[in-house]
């Protein structure tokens, strides 16, 4: 007997699949247009690396509330930053954000197969090619 649990759906002009491991992982990516070989390289990329969203602006506004309280509750712990005038607070605090969004947005992400460019980078490279969704499911 076999039992669904979960089901993941996409809608874009190509959609790619990757498999990693022992079948512990599985990606949908879905692309502007036709490209397998990108398709399986950004899947690739979304296994290794497990991003939250496909750029800074799509990620989710509850994910950005709960980065910057973790980011100033960290801040109010270091006595550096005891004293600190409250917009230079925020500065460091809006810089630890975009470091936060270049390790977990795919397009910022440093390509797996070459970190000298990010994801954005290699897309633009291979025929301007976009990320339109993707989904990534982990077992266990």
Known sequence: KIGV????RI?????????HGAYRIGVLV???????EVGKDVAMQIA???????DADSVPADVIDREKAIIMDVMKEDPKMAGKPDDMLSKIAEGKLKAFFKENTLAMQAFVKDSSKTVADYLTENDKVKVTAFRRVALG
């Not at 290794?48 to 496909?54: F, G, S, W």
């Open 11 to 19: 809608e874009a002009e190509y959609v790619a699949s990757y498999i």
């Open 5 to 8: 649990t979960k089901f993941e």
């Open 48 to 54: 290794a690396l497990n991003p939250v969203a496909i």
């Open 30 to 36: 879905g692309l502007d247009k036709p490209n397998a």
